[in-house]
């Protein structure tokens, strides 16, 4: 069985390979007409792209090796029965647990996922689960500490967590209408077989475990931040952002330009805040508050890391009511305080 | 790919990743990617992944010591997860580094004015030397100030790399800086224009160190403070190439 699936990746992998082949020549064979002037231009793109790349690339990968060590330690260290003791079966309550672990799991965006797929695997009921994924990156502590310092103890980190925990529960809310987590969750082989040998195990043996787990997740997981990195990258590249920021600034399209921009900049909700008062002389505070909100639960690299963990239509689910609901929040604040 | 060859070639990717880590961080070229705050992090994740691929090389010792346990472990193995680490690593080696500069206010932005502070040092700023100020300093100046004329004629001394375009005269350029608060990917970037007859000789995105005294100028019916400049001196790129709100 396992070698059938080697083969399959295999022949997935060689023909990408082949069409990057014939582009690579067709290019080559097309700039060779091009003049000068056009390659100083590439030249400086690339050097752009690289530097916007191993940005985000250096700024994710502490985050995420915090997130998939913290996913190997609770592979080793968290068995199913506690889980099952802590979290409450019914809806409303595991989701509002699920959202309110965040407080206790200090990760951001990136780290958020493998853990999640973690306690998944650990028999998390999906509401709870899913609430964590988005309540998470701006329930923990590191985050409320960095919104505080860029806007004070104030409206905008008040509104910011609370409208965080709301859509956070709503979307847990209607996650647990499917009873069947498979048809949610993408199936993973490497959790397919448990660690019998666990018990007798000492301490050492089970950190040693862990960070082997953590290893194989940092790559796993790694593979979908560098691709979601590479997208951010180039947009960033070759999409003006003052394109977005002339669109419009009335009190709906003001909030889609920022909705936008979250997406688009892809940057680490631990930071986020401080960008975030850069915006606060151009736009609304309700614009600014939904960036606030959306940006952690959405961005170019999370999008592509749920798709890793999540079917497609859940990931829709993930994507879309997130943004529905920051979309509508935002508007209203426009309306209520211009 | 079997076992040990997988766990071989994982292990020394993590290592590969520690060493390029640590070299932009031994090299300074980290400052490039990300604001220097996040040293701490980045100090961590050298040390983590270190500990990693250790770990990694060391229970492929003990494998092969007890070789028939461990075959169960295969199938969790994809080595195209492994060839996706070696993208940011190629990006990092081949790629010359360099800080972002003139060319990227096209899909940036440049801004002469705004409120690029973070809440609490606007206050302190104005006490500061006028020779310590930096191009931000002095941008959130003109920006927060309603009079500007006790800052007339002070003397400023800013290092920023040369921007001309074409809404200056002849005898102007800007000194410019990129603000990130995070990493590249939230860079932005502000100029402060500068009087120097010889504005024409100077090289777009050469490092220099502009000292004189300032005035104002309106420019899009914003009064800026400008600089008069007295010397204009070449310098190499500094350690932090980006300001920091």
Known sequence: ?338 | MPHRLYRSFQALLLLALCLFFAGKLASGQLSYYINLRFIPLTIFGVIFLALLAQTLFSENRRSRQQEHEDEHHDHDHVPANLWFMVVPLAIGLLIPARPLDSSAFATKGFNTTGPMVSSDSAAKLFETESQDRNVLDWVKISYYEKDITPYLDQQASVIGFVYRDDQLNENQFYVSRFIISCCAADASSIGMIVNWDDAKTLKQDSWVLVKGSISSTILKDQTLLVIDAESIQDVPVPEQPYLYP
């Open chain 1, 1 to 338: 069985m396992f070698s059938v699936q080697t083969t399959n990746s295999s022949k997935r992998l060689s023909r990408p390979l082949v069409v990057a082949v014939i582009i690579i020549v067709l290019i080559l064979v097309a700039s060779s007409m091009l003049p000068i002037i056009f390659f100083t231009w590439l030249w400086d793109r690339l050097n752009i792209f690289a530097t916007v790349f191993l940005g985000i690339f250096v700024e994710a990968v502490p985050y995420l090796l915090l997130g998939t060590l913290a996913s190997g330690l609770v592979e080793m260290f968290l068995d199913r029965d506690q889980m099952s003791r802590w979290i409450s079966h019914r809806p409303i309550p595991a989701a509002v647990t699920g959202a309110l672990m965040g407080m206790v799991f200090p990760v951001c965006e990136c780290g958020v996922v493998p853990l999640t797929r973690r306690l998944f695997h650990k028999g998390l009921p999906l509401s709870a689960g899913v609430a964590f994924l988005l309540a998470a990156p701006v329930l923990n502590p590191i985050v409320i500490l960095s919104t505080a310092a860029a806007f004070g103890w104030k409206a905008m980190l008040l509104w910011r967590v609370g409208l965080s925990l709301v859509i956070a529960v709503v979307v847990g809310l209607v996650f647990s209408v499917e009873k069947d987590a498979s048809n949610v969750l993408r199936p993973v082989l490497d959790m397919a077989h448990d660690h019998h040998h666990e018990e007798s195990k000492s301490f050492v043996e089970k950190i040693r475990a862990a960070f082997v787990i953590t290893a194989d997740e940092f790559f796993e997981m790694g593979r979908y931040l560098i691709v979601g990195a590479l997208l951010a990258a180039g947009l960033q590249t070759f999409i003006p952002q003052s394109a977005l920021l002339t669109i419009g600034s009335g009190p709906v399209l003001s909030v889609l330009v920022m909705l936008g921009l979250a997406i688009l900049l892809s940057i680490c909700s631990t930071v986020d805040a401080f960008v975030a008062l850069g915006f606060v002389g151009t736009f609304s505070f309700g614009s600014v508050l939904s960036f606030l909100v959306f940006g952690p639960m959405v961005d170019i690299k999370s999008i592509i890391m749920y798709a890793q963990v999540f079917k497609k239509r859940s990931v829709a689910y993930l994507v879309l009511i997130p943004f529905v609901m920051s979309l509508l929040s935002g508007i209203i604040f426009n309306y209520l305080s211009p």
